[in-house]
């Protein structure tokens, strides 16, 4: 069984998560999340862009060399 000062602690933590950060899933984030097709847009471009990077660098260094 937790002690008081426990219960007391974790109150005070969860009050102060909620006042300082809002307490709002997202809201923290550098994106939003409200619009679901903008968001898949996004994430397609960061990893596909990240993903594709290399492949188009060895073509391009493959075409340099012709």
Do not use: C, D
């Amino acid at each position: 069984m937790l002690s008081r000062s426990t219960l007391l602690a974790r109150n005070a933590v969860r009050q102060f998560v909620r006042n300082h950060h809002g307490g709002t899933p997202g809201e923290n984030l550098p994106f939003e999340v409200g619009n679901r097709y903008k968001l898949t847009l996004l994430f397609s471009l960061f990893f596909g862009s990240g993903l594709g990077a290399p492949f188009l660098i060895v073509r391009h260094q493959l075409k340099k060399m012709v």
